[in-house]
């Protein structure tokens, strides 16, 4: 496969949960060491398409390729372990354990000669963690409770990032800083999908953007294109005028 090569793709992707389908007719090209942002309004299915794409939906029909490669059967556990990892909506680190052990939990999956190395790599990418190791997880702020989410997938040095909704709840400084710190990891290499409902933050760092609409593609393409349009806010992005951030 050469570098063009989309990192992560589907196509023809029906996907849902056991009932009618959520997404429908799905094709989507996700180019290597780039950020794209799903957005688009409730209910869209921007995150069943993300949780598809980590097997965390049924696939009906059509194809997820990740490096060239189907997955669509493999399970989440599989698609973890070849380089996908995936950060749900809302905080769910174990909140009654210390960040350390958080931390400890998710580094099961690296091999144990490893792990100190992987720890070093996330606490060198979240420096703000360093003094709050033996903080109870559910008594640091949302925006710590975020970065301790994706620290704790971060250990496998995955080569894909999905986050669904990272900036939610959080205060708007907060948000422009994991924004920024998900360009880092994608200046860095790695391949970034987000979801966003803050469509303005997400966009001005994200490489490309999808817009969804009832389960299917409206729209895909450059992220400063699909905010600079016009049409795109008005019809699917809640019309709102130029500089203006959305919520
Ligand atoms: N676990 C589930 N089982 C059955 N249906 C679900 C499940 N999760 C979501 N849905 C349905 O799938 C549709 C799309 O939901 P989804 O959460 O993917 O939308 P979304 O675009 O992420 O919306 P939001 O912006 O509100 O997060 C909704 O009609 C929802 O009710
Ligand atoms: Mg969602």
Redesign the pocket.
Known sequence: MSTRDPVLKCEELVA????PP?VRNVDLNIPGKQMMTLV??????????L?AFYGLTRTYAGHILFEGQAIEKASPLQRYASGIAFVP?GRCNFDRMSVAENLAVAAHSVAVGKRAAALDYVLGLFPTLKPLMQSMAGNLSGGEQQLLEMAMVLQTHPKCLLV??PSLGLSPGMQASVFEKLAELRDAGMTVVT?E?NVRVALAVSDRAAV?VH?EIAFEGPADEILADDRIRIAYLGGLPAGQAAH
């Open positions: 849902g949960y056991g009932g959520i688009g309004p409730n209910g869209a299915g921007k995150s069943t398409l949780r909506q669904d909704e979801v409902q969804l389960g």
